[in-house]
């Protein structure tokens, strides 16, 4: 997935809390407070969906946020993409299997492509809560001002 | 507008700078300098695949099924850690008995790749030297007998067999058959 080119720009992030504990949420607005100060890179939250680049997703998805944040990233204009904050959006966390939530961004960008919505970038960002700093670190990655660090690691072992 | 006013507001601006001098700047350089990072911070799991013997103990242990112990079609059992749902409470370095599973500082772990977020240990499996069934880990056979000699002459026969074989221990004692 090859990085798309608006994203060096400053990035205006939609926040949608789909049902989440509020602790991302609160880290949210520690990376906006003037000692992680965020809006250096150019970040902004936006009150409405039409004016933003990024939806920022924190929690699980519950089903009753579902249609909401189907509606709201439908209505983003298009080059957009999706930042799944927290370790609850990445992959479910302890609600992964449970039966009111669909189980974090994969799942919803299985339901995205059942409806045909499509979107340019979707990027993770673990952590119960996100530390600050992973955050502003997950913006300087979006922008392509720090190398991605991650790498997957598969083994195998035998005797 | 006066030009006394003018000064006036002139001056309540300098004001304002001396009391943000005298504070200093705040914001932290981060991307660019190193993060505070405190020696108990919790990060992301390292699992070295040298000592890891498959055996679920941190899958038994995780709350949110980080770990998962997941048997492909080949037989092979591999542990998989995905990161993006861990919690980083690290119960699983508490468990696990071989000490395979370290700790890190590690929390720079944005992607936009969720393959990313993958850590595979694929074990080799035993095999049953009577009936061929796959079962366990060699590495968890080998485990086992450094703790308890007594097992090894049994240690690769998997559950079905070692159960008939106690059955037949029983009916030769009673000679013959028994039930």
Known sequence: ?159 | MSLKDMRRSRLGFLRALVIAGRSGRVTRRYPYEEPLVTSDFRGKIDIDETKCIGCGACVNACPPNALELINTRDGYISLRYFVGRCIFCWRCIDVCPTGAIKGTREFELATDDISDLYDIIVHEPNRCRECGKLFSTKRMGDYVVTKSPLVENYVDLDPDCRRNRFLKAIENRFGGRVG
Do not use: Q
């Open chain 1, 1 to 159: 997935m090859g990085k798309p080119k608006f994203l060096g720009k400053s990035i205006w992030v939609f926040h949608l809390n789909t049902g989440s504990c509020n602790g991302c949420d609160i880290e949210v607005l520690d990376v906006l407070t003037p000692y992680h100060d965020a809006e250096r890179f150019g970040v902004k939250l936006v009150v409405s969906p039409r004016h933003a680049d990024a939806a920022l997703l924190t929690g699980p998805i519950t089903l009753e946020s579902l249609p909401k944040v189907l509606r709201a990233i439908e209505a983003m204009p298009r080059p957009r993409i999706i930042i799944a904050l927290g370790s609850c959006a990445c992959g479910g966390n302890i609600w992964h299997s449970s039966y009111s939530v669909i189980g974090g961004v994969p799942e919803l960008l299985k339901i995205l492509k059942e409806r045909g919505i499509e979107v340019d970038g979707v990027y993770y960002v673990p952590g119960c809560p996100v530390r600050p700093e992973s955050i502003v670190y997950a913006v300087g990655l979006i922008k392509g001002l720090v190398p991605k660090k991650i790498k997957p690691k598969v083994k195998k072992v035998g005797r």
